[in-house]
């Protein structure tokens, strides 16, 4: 069993960067292939980036060169740096461990991008 608690949103300015964090909990974090992704009023949940147990990374096109994945085993904790934001990337963020048989959520945090 994993938690998982993502902090680190809010409302920031076009163009402004914020840092969302993704604690776990529970398991051994290294184990587990770490995935960011935001779902805005209206639309489907998206993938925006992952990190690989092995530290392998890849982004969706429309946050290539913008958003940057990390993760820290020894804090149990995942980032996703955002910067040069756009209205666009409003949306809630929720962060999700999988090993490939079982997949945990957490509870998402709220980005706002808008002047």
């Known amino acids: 069993q994993v938690q998982l608690v993502e902090s680190g949103g809010g409302l920031v300015q076009p163009g402004g960067s914020l840092r969302l964090s993704c604690a776990a909990s529970?398991?051994?974090?290294?184990?587990?292939?770490m995935h960011w992704y935001r779902q805005a009023p209206g639309n489907q949940r998206e993938l925006v980036a992952f990190?690989?147990?092995?530290?392998?990374?890849n982004y969706a096109d429309s946050v290539k060169g913008r958003f940057t994945v990390s993760r820290d085993n020894t804090k149990n904790t995942m980032y996703l740096q955002m910067n040069s934001l756009k209205p666009e990337d409003t949306a809630v963020y929720y962060c999700?461990?999988?090993?490939?048989?079982?997949?945990?959520w957490g509870q998402g945090t709220q980005v706002t991008v808008s002047s």
């Open positions: 990190i690989t147990s092995a530290g392998v990374t």
């Open positions: 999700n461990a999988g090993n490939g048989v079982t997949s945990y």
């Open positions: 529970g398991s051994i974090f290294s184990i587990y292939h």
